[in-house]
């Protein structure tokens, strides 16, 4: 309501739990050997919570997230962006991996090096689609299909979305 374009989350508290709790009214993923980390973020000004959970499955290298934002206060509140995911890279030997396509050639893979430069994949369509996968991954220069390292991000649920990798002046890819 007073205009403010940035929040201050700071942290209230954590709790580890077993097992990965539904989100209501929506599909999800499961799993038998998995924990979530519960941590709890708010700002002082906005009266903005933040409720981060981090599903780590323990049979598999994966980790499921979620963010919650519930506005505390008595005054209105609009939220214009909310990203997912910032991971820092020890190096930039990587490649970017991106899905893209069309009707009959959906999911279509491109594949090239990081440089130094913001590269990606986005929509502002209003959700996603075959054209534009919300799927993103870096993988070691020498990977393939059986073998290498790779990391992979893909929003379950998008609109609107941005997925960018960046390469930046020390090197390091982001």
């Not at 870096?138 to 990977?143: A, L, N, P, Y």
């Amino acid at each position: 309501a007073d205009g403010t374009g940035a929040v201050d989350l700071r942290f209230v508290s954590a709790l580890i739990e077993p097992g990965k709790p539904g989100l209501e009214g929506l599909p999800a993923t499961f799993g038998e050997n998995c924990r979530t980390l519960r941590v709890t973020l708010k700002d002082p000004c906005s009266n903005l919570q933040a409720e981060l959970l981090y599903n780590v499955f323990e049979d598999c290298d994966v980790i499921a997230r979620t963010a919650r934002l519930q506005n505390l206060s008595l005054a209105d509140l609009k939220i214009t962006g909310a990203l997912s995911l910032c991971l820092e890279l020890p190096d930039d030997q990587w490649d970017l991996v991106t899905l893209s396509g069309a009707w009959a050639r959906e999911r279509s893979v491109y594949r090239r090096p990081l440089v130094p430069e913001h590269q990606g994949v986005s929509t502002r369509c209003g959700a996603s689609s075959l054209q534009q996968s919300p799927f993103l991954a870096v993988t070691r220069r020498d990977t393939s299909e059986q073998q290498g390292e790779a990391i992979g991000a893909a929003l379950i649920y998008s609109g609107n979305f941005l997925a960018l990798a960046s390469v930046y002046q020390n090197r390091c890819a982001r």
